[in-house]
Structure formats: structure tokens, C-alpha cells
């Protein structure tokens, strides 16, 4: 049955700073409220608004972040662990880059990091459950992914091992998180493993059709690999969790394509947007995501090569308000519908 989405919802990551009114769970969200926003998506690595293993150990804590944030106006949507549920698998190739994502007490040390990340996860389970929330949101990090274009020629079953051991990984994570009644929604991206519906049923099969392993939806990802986001909602709705408002675009050039030649993202042939300054057609994926019942948040993530972030959130409520579909009550034509007369529908039938 369709259902009304909620929202308008923001992702805090991108807008959090040292400076008010970003410095602080309290002022960013009253700062999100007077956008018009009615949720918000909190970072749990940024500790200027959340404290992840406090949250997970202590319900008063987390009782105090949901009035701090309906004192604002403003709902938790969902917590977010991307950072964490990268470094629950990295190749090596990308160990000093992701080293960042963790304490100076993990760096150079990709076990203790490993291991560091999974704690995390089950945070993050913990806390949402305290919080009363049926959702989150992550990576699902990568092993097999510098191997992704199949040249040099891939050894024989290197793939599946690398996704038998993603499995292996999230399997203990996603029982967590089944325990606590929380689902994990994975957004698909490139630089993760899971980075279209094809890896996802990959992943999906790996983790034994686990029923908290679902989909964090964001257009934005498909659009520049050229897939056809619609559809994927009609094949993977029931497994749509979660969903992120972004915008893209991909203008194709007789110098780049897909890969856009190692640019910079001013100069990509695929480059994401503000809302509405974009490709993704917005229209059609509210009223397919209506269609199927999603009755979760729409929460923009803002990531614009141009745009101020301030102008970019400021815009992005209305924008999403706009969008949301107020499902009706009534079928269009009951005017002209009648009472059910049983003898009257088996005369019409000849019978």
C-alpha cells in the first residue's frame, strides 16, 4: 500500500564544523529546524555532536540527544556509520588513506583498526536501539575493489573469495543489529564492494540473505554510473531502508566519460549537485518509492562541486517538501462507483 514519506530530513556530516551554529548537536539542529527540516541524520564519528559508545552503553544519554533535538523541532532519522563500516574491510591499497577515518591508536595497524571498526558497528546497534530507532546507515567497505575493471585478467575466483570474507565480516555485525531490531542500510557506492544491485546480490547471498542487510538509496551514485535508478527500485524496493536525497550529473565529453579521466569534480563528466541543479529525476523516484510503501525519511546529503553548502541546505528543504507525495485517502473515481449488488456483478458476467 502507498504510504506518505517523512520528512524533509538533512545529513548533519557535511555541515558539521568548529564554528557555530555547527560546533554543537543543539545549535546545528536548531540551525536544520529553521530550514524547515524535521529530522535529522546524525554522524556518530563526530564527536562535536555525538558520543557513539555513550550512546550505545547509557539510555539517560540518549534519552538527553532526542530532547536536545526535539527541544530544536527536529527528529533523529536514522545514525550513520559510513566511516566506521568502511574499515570493516580495506585493501591495503587504501590502508594510509583510511587510517584518517580512525583514532591515531589504530593507525599502521589495519587489525587493531579492523577490529576497532566492528566495536563501532555494534555501537552503532546499540545506540540506535536506545534511540528508538528501526534504521541505519553505513558502508559496507571493500576488499575486491582496485580489481574492478577486469584488467589485468582477474584470477579465477578472486571475487567470490574477496566477498565470501566481506560476508564472513558483517555476518556477526548483522546479528547484532538483528538483536537490537535495527536494520543496515548499505549505501551503494563506488569505492565499497556493494556499489550496484548486481554486487548487493553478491553481498546479499554472502551474509545468507541476513534480513537486516538492506539499502541506504542514493540516486546520485547510479546516475554517474550511467545505471537505471528507477528500475532499481522496482527490483530492490522491499529492501529499501533508508534514502538520501542527492543530486548529479553526468555530461559525457569527448575526453571522458564514467571514469572522468582522474579530474578534479569541477572538471568530471559526472559531478554531484545541489538539488534540483542536477539530472536525477526526482519526480519519478518519490512516486516510485510511494508506490512501494517506503514510509521512512527523505534526507538530503549535500555535496555540490559549486554550491555554498549554507544556499545548498536552505534550498534542499523545500525542495524535498516539494517532492514528498501526501498519499490519497480515496481512489480518483469513487464518484462514479456504486454499492456491491452481488446479483448485479453475476449478470453482468452472463452467469
Keep these: 500500500m502507498p504510504k506518505t514519506m517523512k520528512g524533509p530530513a538533512i545529513f548533519l556530516a557535511q555541515f558539521a564544523g568548529d564554528a557555530a551554529p555547527f560546533n554543537s548537536l543543539k545549535s546545528i539542529a ?3 529546524a529553521g530550514l524547515g527540516y524535521k529530522g535529522v541524520q546524525i554522524p556518530t564519528w563526530d564527536g562535536r555532536l555525538f558520543d557513539l559508545r555513550k550512546a550505545a552503553n547509557s539510555k539517560a544519554y540518549c534519552d538527553e540527544v532526542k530532547g536536545v ?4 523541532g527536529v527528529e533523529i532519522t536514522e545514525l550513520s556509520t559510513h566511516l566506521q563500516g568502511q574499515l570493516v574491510a580495506v585493501h591495503p591499497a587504501y590502508d594510509a588513506q583510511f587510517d584518517g577515518f580512525a583514532p591515531p591508536k589504530v593507525h599502521n595497524n589495519p587489525k587493531a583498526r579492523q577490529k576497532w571498526a566492528v566495536e563501532q558497528m555494534k555501537f552503532g546497534a546499540k545506540a540506535s536501539r ?3 530507532l528501526d534504521a541505519s546507515v553505513t558502508f559496507s567497505g571493500a ?8 584488467w589485468p585478467q582477474r584470477p579465477a575466483g578472486l571475487i567470490e573469495e574477496a566477498f565470501a570474507e566481506l560476508g564472513k565480516r558483517w555476518k556477526p555485525i548483522l546479528d547484532a543489529y538483528d538483536d537490537a531490531g535495527v536494520d543496515v542500510g548499505y549505501e551503494i557506492h563506488p569505492g565499497e564492494d556493494v556499489f550496484d544491485g548486481a554486487t548487493f546480490e553478491m553481498f546479499l547471498d554472502a551474509v545468507g540473505g541476513h534480513k537486516r542487510c538492506n539499502i541506504n538509496y542514493d540516486p546520485s551514485h547510479f546516475l554517474l554510473q550511467q545505471l537505471d535508478y528507477l528500475e532499481f ?4 524496493h522491499e529492501r529499501i531502508k533508508a534514502f538520501h536525497v542527492k543530486d548529479a550529473e553526468f555530461n559525457p565529453t569527448g575526453r571522458q566519460g564514467v571514469y572522468s579521466g582522474y579530474q578534479g569534480w569541477v572538471d568530471r563528466a559526472g559531478r554531484f549537485r545541489s ?3 542536477g539530472q536525477v529525476d526526482f519526480s519519478g523516484i518519490f512516486s516510485k518509492l510511494t508506490q512501494y510503501g517506503y514510509d521512512s525519511w527523505a534526507v538530503l546529503e549535500w555535496e555540490c562541486c559549486l554550491k555554498h553548502p549554507e544556499d545548498g541546505a536552505a534550498e534542499g528543504a523545500p ?4 517532492h514528498i507525495i501526501r498519499v490519497t485517502e480515496k481512489a480518483f473515481d469513487d464518484f462514479a462507483g456504486g454499492t456491491t449488488d452481488k446479483k448485479l456483478l453475476r449478470k453482468m458476467m452472463g452467469i
Design 30 to 32: 536548531e540551525w536544520a
Design 69 to 72: 533535538c526535539a527541544d530544536a
Design 130 to 132: 536506545n534511540l528508538g
Design 143 to 150: 576488499l575486491a575493489f582496485p580489481y574492478l575493471y577486469p
Design 233 to 236: 527500485i522496482d527490483i530492490y
Design 275 to 277: 538539488l534540483g541543479d
Design 319 to 322: 525542495f524535498i517538501q516539494h
